[in-house]
């Protein structure tokens, strides 16, 4: 299993540009996560989703959009970037939301630079 | 609204030394904790999961330890290893959506 993929490694965008980080996972997990971590500051749930076509803000959710479509795929949509969404965005997924297949699985991140 | 704290943010020990880890939690009513380490620049690898109706998780050289009653985890760490430098990350899962909590890391070096 390659586990949690993410694509790209690192981008660097415009300020008002938008891109789509893509995520996949191949442990046939339920859910799915979004979070940004920003020096210092640990991770920050943006999007959640516990389901094909059933998705759920998380802390931070302003700026951006998600859609999960198929059990495997969780993108995430920023729409006119900003420089304050400068961060490193981590893909996770785990079996289920309670109990020891709560685990979380972790994606390598996509370093994102908004200039 | 849970809060995680982890102290000491930063760490430096000589090789072989145990040592522990800290993460403190203000509502008790856990689900689970989970340990992660972070290398740089790298994705948060699973370490440990523990349960709420669990007291402690063995791996290897790691030990983790939960009291709810207290607010408290441990990560224990024996005979540390310069390969054991990276940043230790805690996060807890409570309340209705059972959605974890991180706490901000304690970033550990290890120096032959």
Same mark, same amino acid.
């Given at each position: 299993n390659a586990g949690v993929t993410q694509t790209p490694k690192f981008r660097i965008l415009k300020i008002g540009q938008s891109m789509t980080l893509q995520c996949t996972q191949d442990?046939?997990?339920?859910y799915m996560y979004w979070y940004r971590q920003d020096p210092g500051m640990g991770l920050k749930l943006i999007y959640y989703s516990v389901g094909a076509g059933i998705t759920d803000k998380g802390e931070v959710p302003n700026g951006y959009n998600v859609s999960r479509s198929t059990t495997e795929d969780f993108p995430l949509r920023l729409e +006119? !970037? !900003?420089? =304050?969404?400068t961060s490193v965005y981590f893909c996770a997924s785990s079996y =289920? +939301?309670?109990?020891?297949?709560n685990e979380q699985f972790f994606g390598p991140g996509t370093r994102l630079t908004v200039l | 609204k849970q809060e995680v704290t982890q102290i000491p943010a930063a760490l430096s020990v000589p090789e072989g030394e145990n040592l522990v880890l800290n993460c403190s939690f203000t %509502?008790?009513?856990?689900y689970n904790l989970q340990w992660f380490r972070q290398d740089p620049g790298k994705g948060l690898t699973s370490l440990l999961l523990i349960q709420s109706s669990q007291r402690e998780q063995t791996s290897g050289r790691l030990n983790a330890s939960l009291d709810k009653s207290s607010g408290r985890s441990t990560l224990y760490i024996a005979a540390?290893?310069?390969? %054991?430098s990276a940043t230790y990350l805690c996060a807890v899962s409570s309340g209705g959506s059972y959605i974890p909590t991180f706490g901000r890391g304690t970033s550990l070096i290890v120096h032959p």
């Open positions: 442990m046939n997990h339920n +006119l !970037a !900003a420089p =304050s969404q =289920s +939301l309670a109990g020891a297949k | %509502d008790s009513a856990i540390s290893q310069p390969g %054991d």
